[in-house]
Nanobody, 119 residues
Framework: VQLQASGGGLVQPGGSLRLSCAVSGSGFRINYMDWYRQTPGKQRELVAHITGRGITNYADSVKGRFTISSDNARNTVYLQMNSLKPEDTAVYYC??????????????GGQGTLVTVSS
């Protein structure tokens, strides 16, 4: 089972991007998934969280601008980012805690995708 993040890129301030995080493999159930971001010299920040039942939480810095959602049929979580600001520039990472077929939790991390907000 692996995570694959995608969707980063260069966008102007005020623009939008959608990040995707796909869970490949089978025989698991999603407990929850998170999007983090990291910039050099700053602490890693939890941006958005979604449970397998669709309950969401956001960092104050992105509330009202970012939306996390899931497509359970595709085992994919999305992060829709609107009204982007230069301070949103970071490497974005997804992570997940899954339940395997035995019901044991399994933690996974994905590679990052770079988001650059600049004119």
């Amino acid at each position: 089972v692996q995570l694959q993040a995608s969707g980063g890129g260069l966008v102007q301030p005020g623009g939008s991007l959608r990040l995707s995080c796909a869970v490949s493999g089978s025989g698991f159930r999603i407990n929850y998934m998170d999007w983090y971001r990291q910039t050099p010299g700053k602490q890693r920040e939890l941006v958005a969280h979604i449970t397998g039942r669709g309950i969401t939480n956001y960092a104050d810095s992105v509330k009202g601008r970012f939306t996390i959602s899931s497509d359970n049929a595709r085992n994919t979580v999305y992060l829709q980012m609107n009204s982007l600001k230069p301070e949103d520039t970071a490497v974005y990472y997804c992570s997940a805690v899954l339940f395997n077929q035995m019901g044991d939790p399994v933690a996974l991390g994905g590679q990052g995708t770079l988001v650059t907000v600049s004119s």
